[in-house]
């Protein structure tokens, strides 16, 4: 065994509601929500996007967002509300302590997650500081399935070492395993073995794997490593951030789970774990975090911080009206026509994206479409930036911003010298029930023409690179002079569309 439990059933074989099969036989994505707020949206003309980009030092991160048609950057806080939500935070009762906004945002938590108590904390790193403060300590290991950015900073800069156990499959850009997030077992054991339980400060299952495509991990895999875990007394955490689409593919990949509701997958997710710990930014379409546990004398250690970092403990740096959308945004999560309309829509995208030729991650995860800029500009030096070109170069041809994960996002050793990514993504993000179908169709038809036209795209040179977290900041200009040249061919294919 190792981390391939549950493959049985193919990507394509989704039973979700919210896609159906058309009298043509083709199935398609259907939205099961209406719209009922709208935010007018600016498609700028492509001289004119030309001259943001430009602005903007050829960097997405530094794009005004009235400059951009579509922001596929992130799903962080810009997940769309419901009416319910809405009305939720009008209720919202305005008290330090003891509101009783908290308490039914804790009773909630409590329903999902089957665990006695909460710390609210103001976004999901906050409760990753608030773990790692209280058990990482110098020269401790923190095994996990893949890391993610901030949380392996926090334990990284307090003496501990982050290890990675999901097997090689799991970074490969095209694969058919629907578990790209699962552990390597036999690994595991060896590791707990080698470093002896005391040395491990907690091991982390991160839902929705982030870094690597929001692929997920099935319940057997997590059960396997919460038994292990058990057995040799270390602490299993579990990051929720991006479980929902996780719950989802639980039960379309997993054959054991297919008639179970998402609340039953949710709370068998919760059992394996000892910490739960989750961004609210991403689950529960809100904005803040907090961490859920069950045991006493934890909940005792974990609590005093929780006024020290983030604020009172029954707010936690949150503002009650994002409580209450949490809390029913939670009860969301439990829906399964809400939380299907994530991942069937970016199994759409990639899949059409696939169907042109275009290199995508596969098979199609949470949160985003992953092109691979690798392969799309395999003419361009990875020293030049291919994702962060293809970034650029898709914002020119579309007015759709992404993001460069990719050689630009790592950072340079002391030395000066530079680590090249082992891959190289453009990430186009898909916020949960923001965009329709015909805004997918759009990004999916640009892309395809800049695929096309790909030879004519060039690489990228910093014109200001600085020290720490250069992808953010940093100002870069195309080698060459590529960029006319793209914008020239779109009006002669185009003629004046936009
Ligand atoms: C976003 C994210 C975090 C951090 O949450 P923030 O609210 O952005 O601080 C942690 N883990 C995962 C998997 C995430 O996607």
Known sequence: MSGHEGRCVEPEDLRPMSKVTYFSGETF??????????????????EERLRAIDEAGYNTFLLQNADVFLDMLTDSGVNAMSDRQQAAMLQADDAYAGSATFTRLHDKLREVFGKKYFLPAHQGRAAEHILSVAFVKPGMVVPMNYHFTTMKQHITALGGQVVELIPPEGVAVT?????KGNVDLAHVERLIAEHGPENIAFFRMEAGTNLIGGQPFSLANLRAVSHLCRKEGV???????LLADNLHFIKNREPECADWSIAQIAAAMADCADIIYFSARKLGFGRGGGIVIDDDALYRDLRAWVPMYEGFLTYGGMSVREMEAITIGLDETLDEDMINQGPVFIAHFVNEMERRGIPVITPPGGLGAHVDAARFLDHVDQRQYPSGALAAAVYLASGVRGMERGTMSEQR?????????HMELLRLALPRRVFTLSQVNYAVDRIHWLHANRRIVGGLRWTEEPEILRFFYGRLAPIGDWQHALVAKFREDFGPSL
Do not use: Y
């Open 29 to 46: 994505p259907l939205e099961m929500h209406k719209v009922r707020i709208i935010q007018k949206l600016t498609l700028l003309p492509v």
């Open 175 to 179: 694969s058919d395993n629907p578990f």
């Open 235 to 241: 602490r299993l955490v579990l990051d929720a951030s």
């Open 413 to 421: 050793e002391p030395d000066g010298t530079e680590p090249l990514s």
